[in-house]
Structures are given as C-alpha cells and as structure tokens.
C-alpha cells in the first residue's frame, strides 16, 4: 500500500470537489444559456388572445416595447416564440407560429 501526503489528499479533494461544482454548475446543465440575457423568460408560446402590450416608446435614437413583461426593442426580437415584426407609436406587429397579428397598447394611451 502506498501512502500519500497530506498536501497530496488535499489537492486530490479539492479537484474532487472542483469537479463536482462543475457538474452543478455546467454550462450543459439544463436551462443555462450564457448567450440568452438575463431578462428573456423561456416558457411555453403564449395562448392566442394572452398577448398584452403594456408600453410603447418611439425615439428618433430608439424603439422599446414591453409584451407580457418582456422588454423588445426592435425586428427580430422574440417574446414567447413570436417574432419582432415592427414597433410603432401604440402597437406592435408580430409574427406567431398562427400568423400575423399586431398587438394595441392596453390603455390606448401612446408614449
């Protein structure tokens, strides 16, 4: 039997425990994604008629519009499965997996 320091056993736990904190913490692990930021919610594609747009705002510099909580400033961004199509002053035309559809502020109110 051969024995080991002591330095060589605390070397030998920490890699094991590094090891183990990699595992927990892998990019591989499910719902880690260190491309998606932080404020995109996965979840199932929203019901025909759950669709709610709460703000607008329409800059000579910038777009912003908000959708079921979720912040889109421009084409191409997606919210529950959807796709940016346009933003304008009170509405939002999207692209969804049933077609077209354009989304009007809540309130009617245009920011």
Known sequence: MKLISVGQQLTFLLCLSLTQLSVVASPHSAGFDPT??????????AK???WKLTFTLIT???KRAVINGITVTGPGDQVFGA????????AVDLNTTTGPITLLLVDGKNN
């Open 83 to 90: 796709t940016v199509t346009k933003i304008r002053p009170g």
């Open 36 to 45: 998606r930021p932080n404020n995109v919610q996965v979840g199932p594609l």
């Open 60 to 62: 000579k510099k910038r």
């Open 48 to 50: 025909q008629g759950t």
